[in-house]
């Protein structure tokens, strides 16, 4: 089955700074890759996703590429706030199919204002 | 619009006791459901995935069971708790895409 592995888990920043997250899959049939924010105590979000299709994906001050390749694909956050501050998880899944998703560990990424 | 619920919020259950946590959709049918569980500090376990009613798979032996006896329902229980069933569970569903694929989860604490 698909595993996900997530890397660093915690990174911890400058407000303004650039944050990247990186994370690697196993199962080559994975074609969609989303990202998901938890802030403490609640529910992950879906904050941005891209398919196997597509290289990178942005969305204001963050952005997500995938290397179908070499099987990974990282989350960039630029000019970060203390707002973003949570726990970050990517994941992986084949759309088409039973669609469950499998997670990375996730990352802590604190924002020190 | 499509919709997730979830319930309890929280709950504090004594070792040995029973379990029913329940999930409903609302605005689609026929959905993939799911449960995950996350340990305090810690990722997101995928324990049950349903593609329909009455079918379940599980991902990992544990001491918890599912079920769905409707399309848009799902039950996760156990017949006895452990002090390791503690943890933070969230019910999803498909497509993944959606924003509001999680349900807003049950806290348990097993004392």
């Known amino acids: 089955g698909e595993n996900v592995e997530q890397h660093p888990s915690t990174l911890s920043v400058q407000e303004g700074d650039s944050a990247v997250i990186k994370c690697t899959y196993s199962d080559s049939a994975s074609n969609y890759f989303p990202w998901y924010k938890q802030e403490l105590g609640k529910r992950p979000q879906l904050i941005i996703d891209i398919r196997s299709n597509v290289g990178e994906k942005k969305d204001q001050r963050i952005a997500v590429t995938l290397n179908k390749t070499a099987k990974h694909f990282s989350l960039h956050i630029t000019e970060t706030q203390p707002e973003d501050s949570a726990v970050y998880f990517c994941?992986?899944?084949?759309?088409?199919?039973?669609?469950?998703?499998?997670f990375g560990k996730g990352m802590k990424l604190t924002v020190n204002p | 619009s499509q919709t997730i619920h979830q319930w309890p919020a929280t709950l504090v259950q004594p070792v040995g006791s029973p379990l029913s946590l329940e999930c409903t959709v609302e605005?689609?049918?026929?959905?993939?459901l799911y449960w995950y569980r996350q340990a305090a500090g810690r990722g997101l376990q995928l324990l049950f995935y349903s593609v329909g009613i009455g079918q379940i798979s599980s991902e990992v032996p544990q001491n918890l069971s599912a079920s769905r006896p409707q399309d848009r329902q799902f039950i996760l229980s156990s017949k006895k708790l452990l002090l390791s069933d503690s943890g933070f569970y969230l019910c999803?569903?498909?497509?993944?895409?959606?924003?509001?694929?999680f349900g807003s989860g049950t806290r348990l604490t097993v004392v």
């Open positions: 994941a992986a899944s084949w759309e088409g199919g039973s669609e469950k998703l499998v």
């Open positions: 999803a569903w498909s497509p993944p895409a959606l924003p509001g694929r």
């Open positions: 605005g689609t049918s026929n959905p993939n």
